[in-house]
C-alpha cells in the first residue's frame, strides 16, 4: 500500500532483458536504504527490490506488468517517481494506492498556467465510471486530483513543488503514463454489478 506521496526521483541507469522480463537497474538517493524484498513503488508500479549495491537498487517486471504499464518503454537516464509503501501509523497525506496499474492514459494536452501546469489525459473509456469530478487517481504514482472530466478524458493540475519533485516535468503531450484508479470506486463498481 502507498499514498500516492512521491519521495524521491530515481534514474534508470541500466535494463536487462530476460525472456519476457524486463530487469530494470535504479538510483535514488533512497535505494541505499532499501532491503532485499521490500515493496517499493515505481511510478506508481509495486515493484520488488531484488538487491542494493552501488548506489543503486535492482527491480524486475514480468510480461502482464509490461504490457499494463509504461514499464516497457523505460529508457536508460528516464526519471522515475520513487515512494516506499506506508506507514499505517501515520498520516495518509494521499490517497490509498496499492501500486497495481490498471492501465495507461497518453497526455493529450499540457498548458502552463503561469505558477502551475494543466495535464490532460485521455484513458480507456471502459474505465469511464471510475472517472469522476474531484476524484482521486495515481499518475504515474502521484496522487492527484481530476477535473474536466470527459467521457474518456480529464485533466490534473501540477503545483511547482510536484512539478520540481515528481517526473511530471517530463510528460510532454504524447507521453504515455499509468494511472490507477480509485480502490473504493472499484469495490463500488464491482457490488454494482452484482
Not at 517499493?40 to 499494463?68: F, P, Y
Not at 513543488?161 to 516535468?169: G, L, P, V
Amino acid at each position: 500500500m502507498f499514498t500516492g506521496i512521491i519521495e524521491n526521483i530515481g534514474k534508470v541507469e541500466k535494463i536487462t532483458t530476460q525472456g519476457t522480463n524486463k530487469t530494470f537497474y535504479i538510483s535514488s538517493s533512497l535505494s541505499h536504504q532499501f532491503k532485499v524484498d521490500q515493496s517499493v513503488s515505481h511510478n506508481g508500479v509495486c515493484l520488488t527490490v531484488e538487491a542494493v549495491e552501488d548506489g543503486m537498487h535492482r527491480v524486475t517486471a514480468i510480461e502482464e506488468t509490461l504490457e499494463k504499464s509504461n514499464l516497457g518503454v523505460w529508457q536508460v537516464n528516464d526519471l522515475v517517481n520513487i515512494e516506499r509503501c506506508m506507514i499505517m501509523n501515520g498520516r495518509l497525506d494521499g490517497h490509498i494506492v496499492q501500486g497495481h496499474v490498471d492501465a495507461t492514459a497518453t497526455c493529450i494536452k499540457r498548458a502552463d498556467r503561469n505558477g502551475s501546469w494543466e495535464f490532460t489525459f485521455q484513458f480507456p473509456k471502459q474505465f469511464a465510471s471510475l472517472v469522476i469530478e474531484k476524484g482521486s487517481i495515481a499518475i504515474n504514482g502521484i496522487s492527484l486530483t481530476l477535473f474536466n472530466v470527459g467521457e474518456d478524458t480529464c485533466s490534473v493540475a501540477i503545483i511547482p513543488y510536484t512539478y520540481e519533485h515528481t517526473n511530471m516535468q517530463q510528460v510532454m503531450e504524447g507521453s504515455v503514463v499509468n494511472i490507477e484508479f480509485d480502490i473504493i470506486g472499484k469495490y463500488i463498481q464491482r457490488m454494482i454489478k452484482q
